[in-house]
Each structure stands twice: as C-alpha cells, then as structure tokens.
C-alpha cells in the first residue's frame, strides 16, 4: 500500500531531550515536507526536500533539522526541544514539487515537551 | 506572498443538503490548488488537485472548480451526508504550497 510512514504516533518528551520523528514513503517520491500544524495557526511548513541532499528552510525551521540522505526518508530532528515546540507534525511527500500531482500525508505525531 | 483564506471556519448543515465551501488566495500565480480533508486526529487526505489550466475536477460526489482571475476555489459536496463530517483544507501551490486554516463541516443525520 503507497503511504507515507511517521514514527512514533505520540511522544511525550522534556525540555532539551533530543528526538527523532521519522518519516518514509514508499512512492518514488522526490518532495518531502514537515508540517507542524497548531491551533489557529494551521498549517506551517518547517523544511522541506526536494530530492536526495537538496533540503531547505520553510516558514517555521527554528529549532529543527532535517536531512535527505535516501530518498525515501525525511527524519525531522529537535537538537533541544522546548515547550513552543509542543504541536501535531505531518510529514507529507509528492512525485515532484514541479509538476502537478497531490500531496500524501502521514497520520502525524503529536509531540509534548514539558 | 500568498495568503489563503477559508470563511467560514465551521458550518453545521443537515444531512441530504448541497453545499459550497469557499477558498480564496491572493496570489494567481499558481500551478494548481488541492482540496484536503482532514479527519480527528488524523492526517490530510488529498480529495481533488485542480491544475491552473483547469476550471474543475469532480470525483464521485464532490466538485471543485478554480477562478484564477478571482482568487477563488470552491468544493461542491453533493447530498451530504454524517461521513462527510471532517475538516476541509485547500491549498494554493505556487511552488510552494500555501494551506488555508480549514472550514470543520458537521453534517447532521
């Protein structure tokens, strides 16, 4: 089944505890995005890949990291989470950022920093 | 920079009506712009994907259609029914893809 994987589902976590949340698609596909969403704020991109090596900044990168080293896998890093960090995250990828085709979301992680 | 808006944020509609939910964007400047729904909890489901040279794409009970000139999209959704409860996201894609904060739609037996 094409999807896109992120683990895990929830996490509850303290402030300045590194974290991974992984994300994998199983699509071929070049783009890759990180999505926190919030509360009245919706839906802000943090970064986002178009292939393998190729990262970039979105609007809300403070405090993440991310890296492409397959194609496959887009990992979203917190160095030192802190409480304003505390949101539902998507992972999302498509074909190509160029060409017309829709966005597949994973099913989120929603993360605690306390 | 682009700026997506849905009004209204919740619309409460008894089951068997048709409606409209509307999504504006400031920017024509687009390559498409896609319709999401978003269960509790869950993630987006990707619904419809208007390319910018298209008026409109329809799947089974739903149809959008897209004004560039505008700045405006809708989403039809025929006889509506409780299953269509969800929160519905557009959007725009310029390259970069910019979402509205989403209309939540509860539809009432």
């Known amino acids: 089944e094409a999807q896109v994987t992120q683990n895990p589902r929830y996490l509850i976590t303290v402030t300045g505890k590194k974290l991974t949340v992984t994300c994998s698609q199983n699509?071929?596909?070049?783009?890759m995005s990180w999505y926190r969403q919030d509360p009245g704020l919706g839906l802000r991109q943090i970064y986002y890949s178009m292939n393998v090596e190729v990262t970039d900044k979105g609007d809300v990168p403070e405090g993440y990291k991310v890296s492409r080293k397959e194609k496959r896998n887009f990992p979203l890093i917190l160095e030192s989470p802190s409480p304003n960090q505390t949101s539902l995250y998507f992972c999302?990828?498509?074909?190509?950022?160029?060409?017309?085709?829709?966005?597949?979301f994973g099913n989120g992680t929603r993360l605690t920093v306390t | 920079k682009q700026e997506v808006t849905q009004i209204p944020a919740a619309l409460s509609v008894p089951e068997g009506e048709n409606l409209v939910l509307n999504c504006s964007f400031t920017d024509s400047a687009i390559y498409n712009l896609q319709w999401f729904r978003q269960d509790p909890g869950k993630g987006l489901t990707s619904l419809l994907l208007i390319q910018s040279s298209q008026r409109e794409q329809t799947s089974g009970r739903l149809n959008a259609s897209l004004d560039k000139s505008s700045g405006r999209s809708t989403l039809y959704i025929a006889a509506s029914q409780p299953g269509d409860s969800a929160t519905y996201l557009c959007a725009a894609s310029g390259g970069k893809l910019t979402f509205g904060k989403g209309i939540t739609l509860s539809v009432r037996p």
């Open positions: 999302a990828s498509s074909l190509s950022n160029r060409v017309n085709s829709p966005l597949h």
């Open positions: 699509m071929n596909h070049e783009y």
